[in-house]
């Protein structure tokens, strides 16, 4: 635990940790102890007193939902073409999907920023006003919306050709999260809280976080990976199914992959290739053969669950097994392969 050619990581990581403790700390305390010492005051007071009219403000959001409605309706074939892109625009589903991406990214940011900003600092005197600004901005949150479905169609249909991925299941929950943004963006307007948008992108950000930590990905990945391959009437011999992809990844793997590889209605060709798989995991990972017991601090319950797994049909991955000079070579299909890297 404690070598001396450690020592100067050691210190290091203690320090930044001390300082980050006490940062965090601090803010647990002052928001808990110290703020309600604090005198309250109005409900909403905004930051800068309110210097554009309605009429201004209008006009912006007018002229961009104008931009927005454009857009949508000229490009609809763009947003929703689907495969049509693929071929007469000439995209890669790669391209067609990242795309999507990155734009309705960009045009949700600077969409929130820019009704935000508005509406803190817009003055609309009576009802008239007051309803005419939420429903322009209630609109331009609507059309982000339409682009947002756009994104998620775009990444469906990558994912129907190409599988999953951690990356591309990561970009489904944020726009699953980013959806939510919006229509909370909505629920504030309309119930005059708008001032309380910077919380809201708080617990986006906190909420997004949590539900990647959460979600078991690996195994959405095999379950949904395994599926699609099953559903492939154009792939008989299951070449649509990455066990490249399915060996990198992590320990929360192996759980679903052994549960499809004992399902009796699996077909042979697909379980001789999850057998190959699982037959390369036992060998070039030490960490399923051995007896040793591994220091406490080490334990993890994926980990400890696929080594049970595992080491349960030994024999079976063993018969699959040849080592040779160059590495180890799994039988699969009556063919002899090298396992993955």
């Not at 203690?14 to 647990?28: D, E, N, P, V």
């Not at 609507?142 to 050709?161: C, D, F, I, N, P």
Request: charged letters at 15%; hydrophobic letters at 45%; proline letters at 3%.
């Amino acid at each position: 635990l404690f070598k001396i050619e450690n020592l100067g990581e050691t210190l290091f990581r203690l320090t930044y940790i001390i300082i980050i403790a006490y940062i965090l700390l601090s803010g647990y305390y002052y928001g808990l102890v110290e703020s309600g010492k604090l005198e309250t005051g109005p409900v909403e007071k905004p930051m800068i007193k309110p210097f554009l009219g309605m009429i201004e403000s209008g006009i912006i959001l007018g002229a961009v939902n104008l931009l927005f409605l454009s857009f949508v309706i000229l490009q609809f074939t763009y947003l929703f073409g689907g495969t049509d892109n693929i071929t007469a625009e000439g995209f890669t589903y790669s391209e067609y999907a990242v795309r999507g991406f990155f734009e309705l990214v960009a045009v949700a940011v600077i969409s929130l920023a820019l009704f935000y900003t508005l509406s803190q600092e817009t003055t609309r005197e009576g009802k008239t006003q007051t309803w005419l600004f939420s429903g322009l901005g209630l609109l331009l949150m609507a059309q982000v919306g339409v682009m947002l479905v756009s994104a998620h169609t775009r990444l469906s249909l990558y994912e129907a050709v190409y599988s999953f991925t951690r990356l591309r299941t990561i970009t489904h929950i944020f726009i699953f999260w980013l959806g939510i943004l919006l229509l909370v963006a909505a629920v504030l307007e309309l119930t005059r809280r708008m001032y309380r948008l910077p919380l809201a992108v708080i617990l986006f950000i906190f909420g997004f976080g949590v539900t990647v930590n959460v979600v078991n990905l690996d195994r959405f990945i095999v379950e949904q990976n395994l599926t699609q391959a099953l559903n492939d009437d154009g792939q008989s011999d299951y070449a649509g199914l990455d066990t490249r992809y399915l060996y990198s990844l992590s320990y929360d793997a192996i759980p679903p992959l052994v549960e499809a590889f004992k399902d009796p209605a699996l077909p042979n060709v697909l379980k001789e290739e999850l057998g190959g798989l699982l037959a390369c995991q036992y060998a070039d990972d030490p960490t399923y053969q051995t007896t040793v017991s591994s220091p406490w601090f080490t334990w993890q319950a994926s980990r400890a669950e696929a080594v049970k797994l595992l080491n349960a049909q030994s024999s079976t991955w063993n018969s699959n097994l040849e080592s040779r000079q160059d590495g180890w070579y799994v039988t699969v299909n009556d063919e002899q392969r090298p396992c993955y890297d």
